[in-house]
């Protein structure tokens, strides 16, 4: 593995707080469904990219692509980019936090 590889796997894991099994609850509710910008009309980026997270999460290490590494490093992006945007005050059931769970983030997890 590289060293670049290693370095985006660690990035990434550290972005996305939330196990696979988490984010695939999360990912059925209606909260995370409604959030995000809908490309094709039908599901949101986020959301999208949740399914994908869960998949990476999945997958074996030594398995992974460069098409999963490219999302990873995407994901690591979004991740730093959102949560510099945190609103004032309680953000438990915002769009915000939302938003950023269906990236694998939850901000309220410690």
Do not use: C
Not at 27 to 46: A, F
């Amino acid at each position: 593995m590289s060293d670049d590889a290693a370095q985006i796997q660690t990035e990434f894991h550290d972005a996305v707080n939330m196990t696979a099994s988490e984010l695939s609850k999360w990912l059925e509710t209606d909260e995370s469904k409604e959030v995000g910008q809908k490309t094709d009309g039908h599901e949101s980026t986020g959301h999208h990219s949740g399914r994908r997270i869960v998949e990476i999460l999945g997958t074996k290490k030594s398995d992974l692509t460069d098409s999963d590494l490219k999302h990873m490093q995407k994901v690591v992006g979004y991740v730093a980019r959102h949560s510099k945007q945190r609103p004032d005050g309680d953000v438990t059931e915002t769009r915000w936090r939302y938003s950023l769970m269906n990236w694998g983030n939850d901000p309220m997890k410690k």
